[in-house]
């Protein structure tokens, strides 16, 4: 039988003007179109505390039954960061001396990308975002978690919203297959691999494939029916 929801008062919302309104969104907008996938980083040192909440805030994400089924693994330890980077790149040479469609190798052309992935190990942090398949709304529940590339996605999105609002670039790297960071994380079998994040400050030379600047106009990705 299902249970009786509770309910509390909602917090957290403050009426504003029109005018407030429009130009708070503004000020996310011109802070996130210059978000960029960077992939010349620092060596620089980034807070823990820094990394703690932006993780806190990917936390608030909506998910499936509020079962939240995530797990992000921050990583800074100089060691790990070299295990990962040697078993990406062995998946990474894997992709582009074969696994890889020539279409697939073709619309990667313009972002000038290869096997070689030395960010692994310079970036300051690495965060792996595991998918569970299996939690609950409190840690350490066993029940089936629904939804869940759709919520991690959203954490996701959330997590590098906030890691680029506190100043700091990333990278989404997703070599294919990803399970050597289920083993060097050491994270159960019921949970999955989702994307490992590359955290820290750009390089001051740091660069972007021009390609990278093209952004579909508001035309393009939205329709509204009055």
């Known amino acids: 039988m ?3 929801p509770d309910y509390v008062p909602l917090e957290g919302y403050t009426e504003r003007t029109e005018a407030e309104m429009q130009a708070r969104a503004q000020a996310v ?6 978000r960029r996938t960077i992939r010349d980083f620092s060596d620089k040192p980034v807070p823990r505390e820094l990394i703690e909440t932006c993780i806190k805030a990917a936390g608030t994400a909506p998910s499936g039954a509020n079962h939240q089924p995530w797990h992000f693994v921050a990583i800074s330890n100089p060691d790990i960061k070299r295990q990962i980077r040697e078993a990406a790149e062995a998946e990474e040479r894997a992709f582009y001396d074969g696994k890889a469609s020539e279409e697939w190798l073709d619309v990667l052309g313009p972002l000038g990308t290869d096997a070689a992935k030395p960010f692994l190990e310079t970036a300051p942090w690495l965060i792996a975002v595991f998918a569970q ?6 840690a350490g529940e066993d029940k089936k978690n629904y939804y869940v590339s759709e919520s991690v996605g959203l954490a996701t999105g959330m997590l590098i919203t906030a890691l680029h609002t506190a100043g700091l ?3 989404t790297h997703t070599p294919a297959p990803m399970g050597f960071l289920t083993r060097i994380c050491e994270r159960p079998k019921t949970e999955k691999p989702f994307v490992l994040l590359v955290v820290g400050f750009p390089d001051k030379n740091a660069r972007v494939p021009k390609h990278a600047l093209i952004k579909k106009s508001l035309s393009d990705i939205s329709t509204f029916k009055a």
């Open 29 to 34: 907008f011109e802070t996130l179109k210059t």
């Open 133 to 138: 398949k299996r939690g609950g709304v409190h």
């Open 2 to 4: 299902a249970k009786t």
């Open 169 to 171: 670039g990333t990278l």
